[in-house]
Structure formats: C-alpha cells, structure tokens
C-alpha cells in the first residue's frame, strides 16, 4: 500500500512539474507578480524600429502596426513570451503627443499639423485625420484588454519644431556670412520651439496618460523616457565643443514630467530612463547633408540595434524580469 501511495506521489508530483513548467512557457510575470499575456505597444518610428536590419528589408519609409524584429517592443514581448496578435503595436513615424490623443479620446481631432500634414509627416500620403478616427474603435479595446502597455512618445514633439530651425539654418548652406548675419532669426527659431516643448509637453502627456488609466486603470504602463539625439553632436564637427548637449535640459525637462506620474499609489506606473541609447548618425554635418534616414549618409537620430537591445534592457530591469 505505501509503495503504491509513494507511486501515485510520485506521479501526482511529475504532472504538477509539467503544469509549472508549461504555464512558465506560455506567459510570464511583471514585477508584481501579474502575469502578461498581452502587451500594447504605443510610439512613434523609435518604437516602431525605424532603420532596424528588419525595417529596412520591408523597404517602406512608413511601416505601421508591424512587429519589427529587433525593436525595443519586440524584444521585451519575446521575454514575455507574447505573441501573435496578442502584441499589438500601434506605431508610425511622425507621431506626437497630439496624434496619440486623436486614438485614445473620441472628441479630441489634434492641431492644424494633425489635420493637415499627418500624410506627409509620417510619410504615408493615404494617411489623414479620418484614416486615424476609424482605428480609435479597434485601438481602444486593445488597450482595454492589455496586460502591459508600453508607451514611447514625445521625440517628434521637439523633432518637428527643432529641426524646423535647424533646417532653416542649414538651407544657407556653406555660406558663413550668411549664417552669421542670420544667426539671430535661427536662435530666436530655435528658442521658439524649446519653449513650445516646454510648455506643452507636459500637459500633453498628462492627458495621454489619464486617457490610459480611463481605458485601462489595471494594466502596468510602461514609459519609456526620451534620449537626447544631438548630445554627441560638436560644433565645428570633430571638435571638443560639444553644442549639442546644451539641449540637455529640454530632454530632461521632459523625462522630469514622465516621471512625475510615477508611485501615485493607485497605479503601477513604470518609468524607463533611456540617456545613453546608441543612435544611427550621431553627427552634425550628416544633418546638414539633406539626406534623408534611410539613406546611408543621412542623418538619422534612431536607435541602432544595440541602442534597441539597451532600451529592453533598460525596461526588463525595471520590471524585474
């Protein structure tokens, strides 16, 4: 009788080893023990892998909603084991904070760039305003739905008005009593839109994030914080003076009201600092070439797939996975 009990022990043990070693297999845990079985990927073209081996070989400038191997995204839902259609990323270079809000509240329709240049800016010509209204359905029980949802927003935010003065500035071209008689114009440019970020970015992400919580208040919200792309930038190029890293402060101004909403104690909110991503162009004067990204020797401010892999790292660590 007992050798048959320690035999039926024995078996009863062997199925609950294989149950625990099955279930590990088809989901994993966050930090606080919830399981993740489906995550929600929200951002812009740094989130959706722009420039990646896996971006390029698909040959589109504007690749959206795609699960790019080797992102940042894809990554962390390959440690989670997720996938399939239960990682949903919902992804476009171009997006900002603005276009964000479009998909997550239903009478919000962006600005005049929302409206009137999302095509361009996110370089898909069939996108507009109405395109995006027609996914806010689908988007927003998505989010409802997800276990984990993984926001990367804010780049394009100082993108598109930075770079507006920079473009000026370099459409002199080499022309140095140009730039020298121009400079004031390109500095009150320049200073234009840092303070717009300044100003708005804030209140815009608020309001992202509250949408979540609307749509979702249970799922982990994972935000990942904003690098600086022109820290390594010197003026003249390949001298000392490191110009770039004046724009610090914007960077960090923004991180600052990302973190804000961390240990309100009601949600778990998770908050991802990225300062030392490795980006593509790191370089000056490959902006001044007018080249576009996607074309060796253009200048192009997304992560490399190591720039990828760190910000993973970066995110696992903090989830404790």
């Known amino acids: 009788m007992k050798k048959a009990t320690k035999k039926l022990f024995a078996a009863l043990m062997a199925v609950l080893m294989m149950v625990s070693v099955f279930s590990l297999s088809a989901f994993a ?37 795609k699960r790019v191997k080797g992102s ?37 329709e962006g600005d005049f760039v929302t409206q009137n240049f999302i095509g361009s800016l996110s370089g898909n010509p069939n996108y507009n305003l109405e395109v995006m209204k027609s ?36 459409m002199t071209g080499n022309d140095p009593i140009g730039r020298i008689m121009n400079s004031p114009r ?53 001298s000392m003076i490191y110009a770039g890293q004046l724009l610090n402060f914007l960077y960090n101004n923004m991180n600052n009201a990302m973190r804000s909403h961390a240990n309100d104690g009601v949600h778990d909110y998770v908050f991802v600092d990225v300062p030392d991503t490795e980006v593509i162009s790191d370089s000056v004067n490959d902006m001044l070439s007018g080249v576009p990204a996607l074309q060796k020797g253009g200048w192009d401010p997304h992560p490399t797939e190591a720039g990828h892999q760190y910000i993973a790292n970066q995110i696992l660590t903090a989830l404790g996975a």
């Open 135 to 170: 996914k806010r359905a689908t988007m927003q029980k998505k989010i409802a739905n997800a276990d984990m949802i993984m926001l990367e927003i804010g780049f394009n935010d100082t993108w598109l008005t930075t770079m507006g003065a920079y473009t000026d500035f370099s």
């Open 29 to 65: 845990y966050d930090r606080n023990g919830k399981t993740v079985k489906k995550i929600v990927m929200i951002g812009d073209s740094i989130a959706a892998g722009f420039s990646l081996p896996d971006y390029d070989r698909r040959g589109v400038y504007c690749l959206q909603n």
């Open 186 to 238: 390109y500095l009150y440019e320049l200073q234009m839109a840092i303070q717009d970020t300044l100003v708005n970015f804030g209140n815009e992400f608020s309001a992202i994030v509250n949408d979540l919580y609307r749509l979702n208040p249970n799922a982990t919200l994972v935000v990942v914080g904003v690098y600086n792309p022109f820290k390594d930038w010197t003026i003249p190029d390949g």
């Open 72 to 108: 940042f995204g894809d990554i962390v839902a390959t440690k989670f084991g997720v996938k399939g259609k239960n990682y949903t990323p919902y992804v476009s270079p171009g997006f900002r904070t603005k276009e964000i809000r479009v998909f997550l509240e239903n009478d919000y």
